[in-house]
């Protein structure tokens, strides 16, 4: 099996990525690369930080990689959280919880609630120059969370056409529709026709 580099040691995004791409490619972590690296995040978007973090492992380790940054976007915050998703309240334990509320104290009394997560995914191949793959999908945030699945903003977040949060969806269900499992799809669709021996 075809072997590639998923620039994360997140283990939520691995399993989504493992369950989408695992049947057709050996997909490894940093971890088990022994890229234990703090990767720089510091470009303006989130094409700009999957390619900072896919240009590293490539550089330095040489394996064919590809890597992603992705948030959420609020519209009433001008797109905040944006790139600062996974920092967003500056804590530095029960992160997602923090973020969660400080986001909805943002959005406290705000009538528009649409917001949408979106995905951007660099490819570097031995081809050299990159390939990038995007996904989004639109929503609305809740004034509290619901569910115990999934991870992030997850329980705030409701799915354009759906009355449940992605943390009350199976895996199987959000990866059908979440930005990750768009961008993924689009990924694994060139892989298939352009990642051979």
Same mark, same amino acid.
């Given at each position: 099996?075809?072997?590639?580099?998923?620039?994360?040691?997140?283990? %939520?995004? !691995?399993? $989504? !990525?493992?369950?989408?791409? #695992? %049947?057709?490619?050996?997909? *490894?972590? *940093?971890?088990?690369?022994?890229? %234990?690296?703090?990767?720089?995040?510091?470009?303006?978007?989130?094409?700009g930080n999957a390619l900072l973090k896919a240009r590293w492992v490539k550089d330095?380790?040489?394996?064919?990689?590809f890597a992603d940054d992705s948030g959420l976007e609020v519209y009433a915050l001008g797109g905040a959280p944006g790139i600062y998703s996974a920092r967003?309240?500056?804590?530095?334990?029960?992160?997602?919880?923090?973020? &969660?509320?400080?986001? !909805?104290?943002?959005?406290?009394?705000?009538?528009?609630?649409?917001?949408?997560?979106?995905?951007?995914?660099?490819?570097?191949?031995?081809?050299?120059?990159?390939?990038?793959? =995007?996904?989004?999908?639109?929503?609305?945030?809740?004034?509290?969370?619901?569910?115990? #699945?999934?991870?992030?903003?997850?329980? !705030?977040?409701?799915? $354009?056409?759906?009355?449940?949060?992605?943390?009350?969806?199976?895996?199987?269900?959000?990866?059908?529709?979440? %930005?990750? #499992?768009?961008?993924?799809?689009?990924?694994?669709?060139?892989?298939? &026709? =352009?990642? &051979?021996?």
């Amino acid at each position: 099996m075809k072997k590639i580099v998923f620039a994360s040691n997140n283990s %939520h995004k !691995l399993a $989504e !990525l493992r369950s989408i791409l #695992g %049947h057709r490619y050996e997909v *490894l972590s *940093l971890a088990d690369i022994n890229c %234990h690296d703090d990767i720089p995040e510091t470009a303006d978007s989130f094409e700009g930080n999957a390619l900072l973090k896919a240009r590293w492992v490539k550089d330095r380790y040489g394996y064919d990689c590809f890597a992603d940054d992705s948030g959420l976007e609020v519209y009433a915050l001008g797109g905040a959280p944006g790139i600062y998703s996974a920092r967003y309240s500056g804590a530095t334990t029960d992160v997602a919880a923090a973020n &969660n509320a400080k986001l !909805l104290r943002e959005l406290s009394g705000a009538d528009d609630r649409r917001a949408r997560f979106r995905t951007a995914i660099a490819l570097l191949t031995s081809d050299a120059e990159p390939v990038f793959f =995007n996904g989004t999908v639109e929503g609305h945030i809740l004034e509290a969370p619901r569910g115990r #699945g999934g991870f992030g903003y997850d329980p !705030l977040f409701v799915p $354009e056409g759906w009355t449940r949060t992605f943390a009350e969806a199976t895996g199987e269900e959000k990866n059908a529709i979440s %930005h990750r #499992g768009r961008a993924v799809a689009a990924l694994a669709e060139y892989l298939d &026709n =352009n990642f &051979n021996d």
